[in-house]
C-alpha cells in the first residue's frame, strides 16, 4: 500500500479504511514508513496485529531527521511492534537509542530474475573485460548541494571531512598507511575532534537549532565515504586487469561517465562503463552476466555486515563475488567455497589475481553460491525468519482482534 497521497501522506482514517478491507494478519513496511501513523496503531483492532519494521541501511538518520525517537522509543518492548535490522552495529544503536531490541535480517534476491540461465543484457563478449563492478557514484553536484548554505560549524566539519576522504581515496595502493574507511558516524567524530574549541561549540548549538541541515550533511559525508570506499577498490581493480562498470548516470545523484573517468584516470580500451539508467527493474539479474568475478567494497554504513543487496543478486546468478569480509558476512556464505574475500584493503589485489588465475575455480565458487542461496536465503527464506519473530500470545491476540472487527 502507498501511503504517500500527492505531496504529503495519507490521513490515519484513510490508512485505517485500506487496511481494514484488506483485513491483514500482518502489516510490514521498511524504514520510517509506518512511524507517523502510531495513533492508528494502538487503537483496535491494530493494537495487537503483528507490525513488523525493516532496516536495510542505517535507521538513524531518517528517525531522528524526522523526529521520530519519541515514537519509535513507545514501540519498544511491545510484542506486536518487530524490529529487523541488517547489521549488528545499527541493532545496538537502536537498543542504547531507543530501547529497541532488534532482530537480524538480510536482504535476498528474486531467485527467477537474477538465474544462471540468463543472458547478459549489454552483451559485452569482449573478453579482457573480466572484472565487473555494478553499482554507482554519488555525483559530485548532488554532494556539493547537500553541503551548501551549511552554518559556520557544520561547514567547518564538512570541510574537513571532505578534505579527510579525499585523502583516502587518493592514496596509491602501495601506501602502506591507507586505512579503512569507517561509517559516518565515525567519521562525525574524527572530524569533530580536528576543529577548532569555538567550531565544536557551533557545532553543538547549530545542530540542536537546525535538524533538517544536520542531516543533509550527514548524507552528504556518507555519500563521499561510499564513493571514498569505491574509487579506492576500483582502482586497484585496474591495477590488475581490464574493468566493466554497469551505473546509472541520469539523475544529478548520480555520477556521469566523465566524472567516473576522471576519478579513476583510465582510458577506453581498460575501463569500459556502460549507463543503465534506462534499464527495467526486471532486467536487472542480466547485468550479472557479463564478465568473469563480481567485485565490491562495502558501502560505510555496513559497519559489522550490513549485507548489500549485490551479494545476494551474485549469489543468485551463480556468479563469484570479491567482497570484504565482515562477520555477518561469513555466517551467510563460506568464504573460499562460496563467495571470496579480503580481509582488508591491503590484501584486495593478491586476491583479485589470484582469482582470475583460475577460471574453473570461479565458476565452481558461482555454482556453489547459487545452492546456498537457493538453500538459504530467498525472500521465501526471509518470510519464514520474520514469522519466527512473533510469539504465540502475539499471534493468539491478533487473531482474536481480527475476528471481533469482522
Known amino acids: 500500500m502507498r501511503i504517500v497521497d500527492g505531496n504529503g501522506l495519507k490521513s490515519p482514517s484513510e490508512v485505517d479504511r485500506i487496511l481494514r478491507h484488506f483485513n491483514p494478519d500482518r502489516i510490514l513496511w521498511c524504514s520510517i514508513t509506518g512511524l507517523p501513523y502510531m495513533e492508528l496503531w494502538i487503537r483496535q483492532p491494530w493494537n495487537w496485529i503483528p507490525k513488523i519494521t525493516l532496516w536495510f541501511d542505517d535507521p538513524v538518520i531518517p528517525v531522528e531527521h524526522y523526529g521520530l525517537e519519541n515514537v519509535i522509543q513507545q514501540t519498544a518492548g511491545h510484542p506486536d511492534f518487530l524490529y529487523g535490522i541488517w547489521d549488528g552495529y545499527w541493532r545496538e544503536q537502536a537498543r542504547k537509542r531507543w530501547g529497541i531490541q532488534a532482530h537480524a535480517i538480510h536482504l535476498s534476491a528474486d531467485e527467477e530474475e537474477y538465474h544462471p540461465s540468463l543472458d547478459s543484457k549489454f552483451k559485452i563478449q569482449n573478453s579482457k573485460f573480466e572484472v565487473v563492478f555494478i553499482g554507482m557514484l554519488h555525483g559530485t553536484a548532488s554532494i556539493t548541494q547537500h553541503m551548501e548554505g551549511l552554518p559556520r560549524g557544520l561547514a567547518a566539519l564538512a570541510a574537513v571531512t571532505r578534505s579527510r576522504l579525499d585523502q583516502e581515496a587518493q592514496r596509491s595502493a602501495q601506501d602502506s598507511s591507507e586505512k579503512e574507511i569507517p561509517s559516518w558516524d565515525h567519521l562525525w567524530k574524527n572530524s569533530l575532534e580536528e576543529l577548532k574549541p569555538k567550531e565544536k561549540i557551533l557545532v553543538e548549538s547549530e545542530s540542536k537549532r537546525d535538524p533538517h541541515t544536520v542531516w543533509q550533511l550527514r548524507w552528504a559525508i556518507w555519500a563521499m565515504a561510499k564513493n571514498a570506499i569505491r574509487i579506492r577498490i576500483l582502482r586497484k581493480a585496474l591495477e590488475v586487469a581490464p574493468l566493466l562498470i554497469f551505473c546509472e548516470q541520469k539523475q544529478l545523484e548520480h555520477a556521469t561517465e566523465t566524472e567516473w573517468r576522471s576519478l579513476l584516470g583510465k582510458p577506453e580500451n581498460h575501463l569500459k562503463i556502460v549507463d543503465t539508467s534506462d534499464l527495467r527493474a526486471e532486467e536487472l539479474g542480466r547485468l550479472y552476466h557479463d564478465g568473469t568475478l563480481q567485485i565490491q567494497a562495502t558501502d560505510p554504513q555496513s559497519v559489522q555486515g550490513g549485507i548489500p543487496y549485490r551479494v545476494?543478486?551474485?549469489?543468485?546468478?551463480?556468479?563469484?563475488?570479491?567482497?570484504?569480509?565482515?562477520?555477518?558476512?561469513?555466517?551467510?556464505?563460506?568464504?573460499?567455497?562460496?563467495?571470496?574475500?579480503?580481509?582488508?584493503?591491503?590484501?584486495?589485489?593478491?586476491?583479485?589475481?589470484?582469482?582470475?588465475?583460475?577460471?574453473?575455480?570461479?565458476?565452481?565458487?558461482?555454482?556453489?553460491?547459487?545452492?546456498?542461496?537457493?538453500?538459504?536465503?530467498?525472500?521465501?527464506?526471509?518470510?519464514?525468519?520474520?514469522?519466527?519473530?512473533?510469539?504465540?500470545?502475539t499471534r493468539r491476540a491478533g487473531q482474536a482482534n481480527l475476528s471481533g472487527a469482522g
Open 312 to 393: 545476494f543478486q551474485t549469489a543468485a546468478s551463480g556468479k563469484t563475488l570479491l567482497t570484504d569480509l565482515r562477520p555477518e558476512l561469513v555466517e551467510c556464505f563460506e568464504p573460499g567455497k562460496e563467495i571470496l574475500g579480503y580481509a582488508s584493503v591491503h590484501d584486495f589485489v593478491p586476491a583479485l589475481t589470484k582469482a582470475l588465475a583460475d577460471h574453473e575455480a570461479l565458476k565452481e565458487v558461482g555454482r556453489a553460491a547459487r545452492v546456498r542461496f537457493e538453500r538459504e536465503h530467498t525472500w521465501r527464506h526471509r518470510l519464514e525468519t520474520i514469522e519466527g519473530w512473533i510469539s504465540p500470545k
